[in-house]
């Protein structure tokens, strides 16, 4: 099966159920290419558990962003 290379950044506005299965997914070799990430979606108590789960995955938070209770965060690879 042809697979398309990710883009260097993806935007993932879905709920924390669909931001555990995105990190495993781009800490596979098919997510190599992405250098960022934008995680949205999610009211301020559920960025760290998003954001755990993709730490988990060798991501790190650049920058995050509080309004209204709601968040979203740049995060960028871990070490670079």
Do not use: C, K
């Not at 709920?15 to 301020?44: F, M």
């Not at 558990?49 to 995955?57: E, L, N, Q, V």
């Amino acid at each position: 099966m042809f697979r398309r290379p990710l883009a260097p950044l993806v935007l993932a506005n879905v709920p924390p159920p669909v931001h555990a299965r995105a990190a495993a997914a781009l800490g596979s070799p098919d997510g190599a290419a992405v250098a960022r990430l934008v995680v949205s979606g999610v009211v301020t108590a559920e960025l760290a558990p998003a954001a755990a789960a993709y730490a988990a995955a060798g991501w790190e938070i650049a920058r995050a962003l509080e309004q209204d209770g709601w968040a979203a965060a740049l995060l960028e690879r871990s070490g670079g």
